[in-house]
């Protein structure tokens, strides 16, 4: 059997190959759980655990800005999921929706949201996930965030210590 090792590999006039692969993948987790309606949601920091080595980051990573809007590094086209834990208070539940909106420079133009229905008996926990893929052409206008509409008063959880409880994921997966 036979091994090939390079650094890059040429075309014939050339050119090298695009790299191939996700350039980008980072995760950020609440901080603290809450209860209660956020629109943006306002406690997001990027999960270090320990897990991933010192930070959840591949690549240059997103800012989570004092906006509380996530800034894209680079443009390309971007798989973002958001998971929500949920802590419900009330054995008949339709509420915690949470939400990942897209503004595109003018305006929030795109939204991927959720809804938790449960009838089980209070403090029992959830999750629920929403993803968006989007096309990002101007990181200096265009940004996600998130949010969730909490009518029930439902807890989203925040456990650092074991696993990143309500989290959200950016991955680019090509460019435009």
């Known amino acids: 059997m036979s091994t090939i090792k390079a650094n890059t590999l040429q075309k014939a006039d050339g050119s090298t190959f695009p790299v191939q692969g996700v350039k980008e993948c980072d995760l950020f987790c609440i901080q603290a759980s809450f209860t209660g ?3 943006p949601i306002t ?8 897990v991933f080595g010192n930070n959840a ?15 894209f590094p ?13 802590k419900t208070t009330s054995s008949y539940n339709i509420g915690s929706p949470t939400a ?4 595109d420079g003018s305006a929030t133009k795109f939204t991927a949201s959720n809804l938790l229905s449960t009838w089980t008996s209070s403090n029992m926990y959830h999750s629920v996930s929403t993803e968006m893929f ?3 052409t101007n ?9 969730t509409n909490n009518s029930s008063n439902d807890e989203l959880i925040c456990d650092p210590s074991n696993n990143p409880g309500t989290f959200v994921t950016f991955m680019k997966l090509g460019e435009v």
Do not use: C, E, K, P
């Open 74 to 86: 680079s443009t390309g086209i971007y798989r973002v999921f958001m998971q929500a834990n949920i």
């Open 134 to 136: 989007v096309r990002v």
């Open 43 to 50: 406690n997001f920091a990027r999960y270090d655990n320990g």
């Open 139 to 147: 990181i200096s206008t265009q940004y996600v965030f998130f949010s």
């Open 100 to 103: 990942i909106h897209f503004h």
């Open 37 to 39: 309606d956020a629109n």
């Open 57 to 71: 980051v591949l690549g240059s990573g997103m800012t989570f800005n004092g906006s509380n809007h996530f800034i």
